[in-house]
């Protein structure tokens, strides 16, 4: 396939695309840029300019980019990850319609945050939205695919879980901390936390491009979401290191706001029913041998 991608620097962009180009696609980046007339794709969010280049050379379309979740919800910060998200795909959206031939599928990514704070509640993607802003964000996000999904492109959205990579996300700020013995869960450690392995990811995201049977919600996670304590426990045992310590919910409250309540303390227990209604066969089921695995690469 030809694919077009945007956010393909960020974390799951940049494993994404050498897995695909090994597998014999073509990806090609949309850079964020003004647009010009030179032909080449490129697009700037923030002045509704977009420029998917030649007509029709598109067979599917990925789109990743947003602004980080991962820092304090100031109202300017809020405003910022809900227009990369919800502007910027309604507007990458208008810009593949006009495409002729149009894409056939296009991939875009989502959260499990849409669920909101469910406790220990299994959810999957028959579950309805819960609320706050992550959730209302992810439900706007998929929403704005509405139009592409009108015009006949297949939607696929792809509800990312934690991801798990030692080059970025969450894992890698853990790191430091755990492997000098400070590591340890979060307020009570009982939220559940919704894990994917990177690998795992990438599999899935090229098994939408290629199964015309995904469409719609989509939850990427592994099939067995752990309690944040035990997520700490298994990787402090993985780098054979204690984890003793203990960070309050004040504490985060205090530093990091109304995101640590809505993505730190949230709990989220998600499972991936239709990826094993379609047989995905996951590398890294387990947390433990996905942990392994990772510290070692």
């Not at 964000?137 to 006949?152: F, K």
């Amino acid at each position: 396939m030809n694919i077009l991608m945007t956010g393909a620097t960020g974390l799951a962009g940049s494993h994404l695309t050498p897995y695909l180009i090994e597998r014999g696609h073509r990806v090609t980046p949309l850079a964020r840029r003004e647009s010009s007339d030179s032909g080449q794709p490129s697009w700037c969010p923030d002045r509704n300019q977009i420029s998917l280049g030649n007509g029709g050379q598109w067979h599917a379309v990925i789109h990743l980019a947003g602004e980080n979740i991962a820092q304090r919800w100031s109202q300017k910060a809020k405003r910022r990850i809900r227009d990369s998200r919800v502007n910027g795909t309604r507007l990458f959206c208008e810009a593949l319609i006009k495409q002729n031939p149009r894409p056939k599928v296009l991939i875009c990514a989502s959260a499990t945050g849409i669920y909101g704070n469910r406790g220990d509640e299994l959810l999957d993607e028959q579950s309805s939205p819960g609320t706050g802003f992550l959730a209302d964000v992810c439900r706007e996000w998929e929403a704005a695919t509405e139009l592409a999904n009108r015009s006949g492109i297949r939607v696929v959205n792809l509800r990312f879980g934690i991801v798990l990579s030692g080059r970025g996300g969450a894992l890698k700020k853990m790191l430091p901390a755990f492997r000098l013995g400070l590591g340890g869960k979060l307020g009570d450690g009982q939220q559940y936390w919704s894990w994917i392995a990177i690998d795992d990811l990438v599999a899935a995201v090229e098994l939408g491009l290629t199964n015309e049977a995904l469409r719609g919600p989509v939850n990427v996670v592994s099939p067995q979401a752990v309690p944040n304590v035990d997520l700490t426990k298994t990787l402090a045992a993985a780098l054979r290191r204690p984890a003793l310590f203990m960070v309050p919910k004040f504490a985060l409250k205090l530093f990091m706001g109304q995101m640590a309540e809505e993505a730190l303390l949230c709990s989220f227990r998600v499972k991936p029913a239709k990826l094993e209604q379609l047989g995905f066969r996951f590398r890294f089921p387990e947390l433990k041998g996905a942990l392994e695995h990772l510290l070692r690469r």
